[in-house]
């Protein structure tokens, strides 16, 4: 999780929010960590969990990827648990929950917060997705302190 955290706060020096993921395979070892991708390219759906989703599965096929972990230092939005779905990746890890971000990030116009739960978007579709969290949620929300 505290990996998480660190690739976060190296987002927000390169100018992006501060979200941070990593995927593990089966056996712990990190397969890819990425970061929020905003800028350069002003891209409003460069979360990191969508663009590591996006990443996995152009290197993994589904059945690897159910053995895979996500590990997220806040919960996956709405679109990006979307994007976990289609992917197939097994198991969500994340930090800090999606209604606790809303309350730090208020009405920040660069990132109006839906505070819909991930575990409700997996539970839409008919592939297992086990989900866990939130995890160390007062560092989680250290990381974005002075950030909105």
């Not at 969290?133 to 929300?141: I, Q, S």
Request: proline fraction near 7%; charge should be negative.
């Amino acid at each position: 999780m505290r990996q998480t955290f660190d690739i976060a706060r190296r987002a927000r020096t390169h100018g992006n929010m501060p979200f941070g993921a990593l995927l593990t395979g089966p056996d712990g070892e990190v397969l890819i960590e990425m970061e929020n991708g905003y800028f350069p390219d002003l891209d409003a759906t460069a979360h990191a969990e969508r663009l590591l989703a996006t990443e996995a599965s152009k290197r993994y096929r589904e059945p690897f990827l159910a053995t895979c972990t996500l590990y997220s230092s806040a919960e996956p939005c709405a679109m990006c648990a979307g994007a976990i779905y289609w992917t197939g990746i097994g198991r969500v890890v994340y930090g800090l929950s999606e209604h606790a971000l809303k309350t730090l990030t208020g009405d920040h116009p660069d990132n109006p917060t839906m505070d819909l739960p991930s575990r409700t978007v997996f539970a839409a579709g008919q592939k297992p997705i086990a989900v866990v969290g939130p995890c160390l949620e007062e560092e989680a929300g250290a990381v974005h302190h002075g950030a909105w």
